[in-house]
């Protein structure tokens, strides 16, 4: 959208350049030529950075929350080949590479519990229960307080029928060990399946059939194959 | 909000591939990136698409911000205002729409104080806006607050181009000044 018309110095024209550039919208002709600007001007990247960031804070009082489920499927996005610089790759195959050892120890479970059908990572059901869980309009959500992972979640939907757990960087349990989701009740703990995360530390578990209510959801680590009731105090409960 | 040093080592940990400190990005930055992303388009489902775009740009260009530069969430924001007005841009080639930027606002009757985060900070950012002269007070909200392309503005306001640029840039030099730094920025 330039407007040439409107410049009769190099002046007007840095400054239509630089309120473009706050307002985003520089064509990529003009988006060299204020490169050009900054090579020949070093004063201007000062202008230009004091633009970005008062019109940054101008658009900060627009600030509203997404979906619930956006998150979701963003992480899942990171998770697909994406192109990126060459530099950044290797760095983080590098970290990646760190991390293997300890993550060989967790593999994914896939259990048919009390009736309740717990589907594992990436099973193409389980994405189809995830995603009917996460886009519904009665979506609920339920944090996990504990030092299990620094981001646990518990998604409920009435209408979908079915609970979601979505954990990051959610931490190994041994072999011959799982960690078993609770519905914690007035007369006891109620079994609602188990599940392990994957080798990145990811949980992304549905249990379908699973209802919550109002009742508080609590995570153990048990035997594998699960108990009858927790044998050990939760490392994570909601509220 | 993260503090600076906070931010600094999420960056870094997100710089290695880490995903939890991405999702602690997520968490800070996406209220601010939909809500800019959301005045733009109106659209919530094509929001939210452009929103994850704008995220994945964020995890897969991380290398490039630069801290001494801007801070994390005007990095963030100024990624998501050029993505919405690029999307706005595609529809509008797409669909050979004579409709300007920022006019289907006949069709979103939410006021501007709508979805509006009542914060100390948005306060400020009003009041100083506020005191600006009409001509460009009625410019940079057009702009910033609603969400409208110069082009839009130029044509409601019924006055050129180059002088809806001309008032985005004094008004900002403006308020620069009368904004106090962001206290609570991220990143530098």
Not at chain 1, 63 to 87: N, Q, W
Not at chain 2, 170 to 177: A, E, P, S, V, Y
């Amino acid at each position: 959208m330039s407007d040439p018309g409107s410049t009769s110095s190099s002046g007007d024209r840095i400054d239509d350049l630089l309120a473009l550039a706050a307002l985003g919208e520089l064509t990529e002709a003009e988006e060299r030529e204020l490169d050009a600007a900054l090579v020949a001007d070093v004063t201007l990247q000062d202008e230009l950075d004091s633009d970005l960031d008062t019109a940054a804070r101008l658009q900060g009082v627009n600030a509203e929350s997404p979906s619930p489920g956006l998150k979701h499927r963003v992480m899942e996005a990171i998770d697909a080949p994406v192109a990126m610089s060459d530099e950044l790759g290797e760095r983080r195959d590098r970290r990646r590479s760190r991390w293997l050892p300890l993550a060989a120890a967790a593999a994914v479970a896939f259990l048919a519990v009390a009736g309740i059908v717990l589907v594992r990572n990436g099973d193409a059901n389980d994405d189809d229960v995830v995603a009917a869980v996460l886009e519904a309009s009665d979506l609920q959500e339920r944090p996990f307080d504990g030092e299990l992972a620094v981001s646990l979640t518990a998604f409920y939907s009435p209408a979908a029928g079915a609970l979601v757990v979505d954990g990051l960087d959610v931490e190994p349990v041994d072999e011959g060990e799982t960690y078993q989701l609770w519905l914690v009740g007035e007369s006891g703990a109620e079994s609602i399946g188990l599940f392990r995360p994957d080798d990145d530390g990811r949980v992304l578990v549905a249990f379908a059939g699973a209802d919550p209510g109002d009742l508080p959801l609590g995570i153990t680590v048990e035997p594998a194959g699960g108990s009858e009731q927790p044998t050990q105090e939760p490392l994570a409960t909601t509220t | 909000m993260a503090s600076k040093i906070e931010f600094s080592s999420l960056v870094e940990r997100v710089i290695d591939g880490d995903r939890q400190a991405f999702a602690e990005i997520y968490d800070e930055l996406s209220t601010l990136v939909f809500g800019v992303v959301k005045r733009v388009l109106r659209d919530p489902a094509m929001s939210e698409e452009v929103t994850q775009e704008i995220f994945v740009e964020i995890w897969t260009s991380i290398g490039k911000f630069d801290p001494t530069r801007a801070s994390l969430s005007t990095w963030a924001v100024t990624i998501a205002r050029r993505r919405a007005v690029d999307r706005v841009r595609r529809e509008q080639s797409q669909r050979n729409r004579i409709e300007a930027l920022g006019h289907q606002r006949d069709v979103d009757e939410r006021g501007v104080d709508d979805d509006v985060v009542a914060t100390a900070e948005a306060d400020r950012v009003r009041l100083a806006v506020a005191s600006l002269p009409d001509d460009q007070r009625e410019v940079i909200e057009l702009a910033f607050i609603e969400g409208c392309a110069h082009g839009a503005i130029a044509e409601r306001l019924g006055i050129p181009l180059g002088t809806v640029k001309g008032r985005v840039r004094g008004g900002l030099k403006r308020l620069r000044g009368q904004l106090e730094p962001s206290g609570s920025a991220d990143g530098r």
